[in-house]
């Protein structure tokens, strides 16, 4: 499958790994949106919240439960975390991904 993320997860492509594990991958956005700005993968391909199921979600729970280590070592507090589901709300890769932002104050959701 030609998917971006699954290279990166792969290490096929280089990214800023700020953490790791056999499930999943932490590294920085190419295009920060705020001083800390990491996407969470599961190393596993799906295509975002549309593809979760009870069956394959458990990643999920692993990735959600790892944020406060992964944003402690960033040094960040307060922070939000993203996912886009579909064109129309921002998904522009079709892997699904959490962004992790902070370091600055975040404003309204719009
Ligand atoms: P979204 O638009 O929600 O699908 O988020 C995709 C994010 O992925 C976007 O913020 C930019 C980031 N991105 C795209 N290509 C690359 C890449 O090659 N490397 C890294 N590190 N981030 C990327």
Redesign the pocket.
Known sequence: MDC?FCK?AAGE?P??KVYEDAQMLA?????P?APVHV?LIPKTHLDGVRALTADNAAVVAHIIAKIPEIAASLGVTDYRVVT?NGAAA????QHL?F?LLGGRTLGEMG
């Open positions: 971006l990166i492509i990214s800023q590294f920085r956005d190419i295009e949106k996407l886009n921002g998904q522009s890769v991904h962004h």
